[in-house]
């Protein structure tokens, strides 16, 4: 098979940029390792920049998230029950975040693919790159018993943290970042009505909590555990005992509980991948990057990867111009450290570390008083949090 861009990966960062290629006429096609049911099974993010938003609209699949997204403008941090509110609108000239989940935004994306009967390959195996340096890169992919050939101009790796595109570029050139938290985040689902119309981020002495959604109906809540818990250590009720425990008085006794319908553990990680070009091939989204989720930057960050990507592929099909590509690692990567910034700041704010020492707790309220105390901060915050530009 001969395409023009091949796409590794069927998440959002994948599915995104192949619509945006092929809404301009150029040709892709993606390869993605599990089934289409099992990509949509995956629950994740859920609060969207406005600049992702965007990028949905031009990608001409942002009708139903604009009919049934919410958009935020503000949400609230509690520090051992006193509730405080950001107001994003106020401190970034009007601008907001949409709630509208992972899971709803993918199903746009696959919808729109297939409408435009975009080539996107699933339950694929074995993928190898071969002449990334060259002019006529390609690569191998395995699909049943069988292995087959796509010769492309670009090779895009949108195939997430533990995919295979990182690893084909050579260690001497690779230079990896890492922090790991001591802690991890239990998440539970539930169909019940949020506690509160906007995120509360919830500091407590019994560790972090949060309180998220997806709809009006759906609600995401989450608590800071050890690492060494597990799922089955968390029964239903002694999940919405803790978050009781971890929330303000007025939240903690309106708190509506129900049966959890997910309920999952993800360790805390910062990790960056530099560069995020070899050769001709791209990494994008979380191949390249990993946020902690506090603060919400994970999916945002692979959207403006693609939004560079896009413009960059734009700019050599239609203009011969390749100067989009050549500064498309650089350009990126600027991006991405700022979101590591916010996300390593907003979790060392916010959550309970085991080995802190009474001067780092110090350091901490500290941080929390400026915060609240001075207009160029919560301006600061409220900046990040929106997003910045891309
Ligand atoms: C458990 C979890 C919870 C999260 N929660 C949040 C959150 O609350 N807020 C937030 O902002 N972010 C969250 N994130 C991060 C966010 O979901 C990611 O940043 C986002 O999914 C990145 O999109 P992506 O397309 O780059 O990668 P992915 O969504 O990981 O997509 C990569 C795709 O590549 C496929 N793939 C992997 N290997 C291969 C292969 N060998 N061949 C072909 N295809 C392959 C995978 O099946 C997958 O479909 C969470 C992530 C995880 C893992």
């Given at each position: 098979m001969k395409t023009k861009v091949g796409i590794i990966g069927g998440g959002p960062s994948g599915l995104m940029l192949s619509q945006l290629l092929d809404l301009q006429g150029i040709d892709n096609i993606v390869l993605e390792r599990q089934s289409r049911e099992y990509v949509l099974g995956r629950i994740r993010a859920g609060v969207l920049e406005h600049g992702f938003a965007k990028l949905m609209r031009v990608a001409k699949c942002g009708d139903r998230m604009d009919a049934e997204g919410e958009l935020h403008d503000g949400f609230f941090i509690a520090e051992n029950g006193v509730k405080r509110r950001i107001d994003l609108a106020g401190h970034t000239g009007g601008n907001s975040v949409v709630v509208y989940g992972q899971t709803e935004l993918t199903r746009d994306l696959y919808e729109a693919r297939e409408k435009m009967g975009g080539n996107v390959i699933h339950n694929i195996d074995d993928v190898e790159f071969f002449d990334?340096?060259?002019?006529a890169p390609y690569l191998t992919y395995k699909r049943g018993d069988e292995i087959n050939r796509i010769d492309c101009d670009f090779i895009i790796?949108?195939?997430?943290?533990?995919?295979p595109s990182r690893k084909a570029i050579p260690k001497d050139v690779l230079r990896e970042y890492e922090k790991v938290y001591p802690f991890g985040w239990l998440g539970v689902m539930s169909q019940t009505k949020p506690v509160s119309p906007e995120l509360i981020y919830s500091k407590s002495n019994r560790g972090f909590a949060l309180c998220s959604m997806r709809s009006q109906v759906l609600s995401r809540y989450y608590i800071q555990v050890p690492?060494?818990?597990?799922?089955?250590?968390?029964?239903d009720d002694a999940f919405w005992a803790e978050l009781k425990l971890r929330l303000p008085t007025a939240e903690a006794a309106a708190l509506e509980t129900g049966p959890s319908i997910e309920k999952s553990i993800a360790p805390l990680r910062s990790f960056v991948a530099e560069p995020m070009r070899y050769g001709n091939l791209f990494l994008a989204g979380d191949a390249a990057h990993i946020v902690p989720p506090t603060g919400a930057k994970g999916l945002n960050s692979a959207a403006s990867d693609i939004y560079y990507l896009y413009h960059g592929m734009l700019a050599h099909y239609?203009?011969?111009?390749?100067t989009g590509l050549e500064q498309y690692s650089e350009k990126a990567l600027a991006r991405v450290w700022k979101a590591q910034r916010f996300s390593w700041w907003m979790t060392s704010l916010l959550h309970t570390f085991p080995d802190n020492n009474a001067f780092d707790d110090k350091m901490q309220k500290t941080d929390m008083e400026y915060l609240f105390s001075s207009e160029a901060a919560l301006t600061s915050l409220a900046e990040n949090y929106v997003g910045l530009p891309f």
């Amino acid at each position: 098979m001969k395409t023009k861009v091949g796409i590794i990966g069927g998440g959002p960062s994948g599915l995104m940029l192949s619509q945006l290629l092929d809404l301009q006429g150029i040709d892709n096609i993606v390869l993605e390792r599990q089934s289409r049911e099992y990509v949509l099974g995956r629950i994740r993010a859920g609060v969207l920049e406005h600049g992702f938003a965007k990028l949905m609209r031009v990608a001409k699949c942002g009708d139903r998230m604009d009919a049934e997204g919410e958009l935020h403008d503000g949400f609230f941090i509690a520090e051992n029950g006193v509730k405080r509110r950001i107001d994003l609108a106020g401190h970034t000239g009007g601008n907001s975040v949409v709630v509208y989940g992972q899971t709803e935004l993918t199903r746009d994306l696959y919808e729109a693919r297939e409408k435009m009967g975009g080539n996107v390959i699933h339950n694929i195996d074995d993928v190898e790159f071969f002449d990334l340096k060259s002019d006529a890169p390609y690569l191998t992919y395995k699909r049943g018993d069988e292995i087959n050939r796509i010769d492309c101009d670009f090779i895009i790796g949108a195939d997430g943290f533990h995919g295979p595109s990182r690893k084909a570029i050579p260690k001497d050139v690779l230079r990896e970042y890492e922090k790991v938290y001591p802690f991890g985040w239990l998440g539970v689902m539930s169909q019940t009505k949020p506690v509160s119309p906007e995120l509360i981020y919830s500091k407590s002495n019994r560790g972090f909590a949060l309180c998220s959604m997806r709809s009006q109906v759906l609600s995401r809540y989450y608590i800071q555990v050890p690492l060494t818990d597990t799922v089955d250590d968390w029964s239903d009720d002694a999940f919405w005992a803790e978050l009781k425990l971890r929330l303000p008085t007025a939240e903690a006794a309106a708190l509506e509980t129900g049966p959890s319908i997910e309920k999952s553990i993800a360790p805390l990680r910062s990790f960056v991948a530099e560069p995020m070009r070899y050769g001709n091939l791209f990494l994008a989204g979380d191949a390249a990057h990993i946020v902690p989720p506090t603060g919400a930057k994970g999916l945002n960050s692979a959207a403006s990867d693609i939004y560079y990507l896009y413009h960059g592929m734009l700019a050599h099909y239609k203009n011969g111009d390749d100067t989009g590509l050549e500064q498309y690692s650089e350009k990126a990567l600027a991006r991405v450290w700022k979101a590591q910034r916010f996300s390593w700041w907003m979790t060392s704010l916010l959550h309970t570390f085991p080995d802190n020492n009474a001067f780092d707790d110090k350091m901490q309220k500290t941080d929390m008083e400026y915060l609240f105390s001075s207009e160029a901060a919560l301006t600061s915050l409220a900046e990040n949090y929106v997003g910045l530009p891309f």
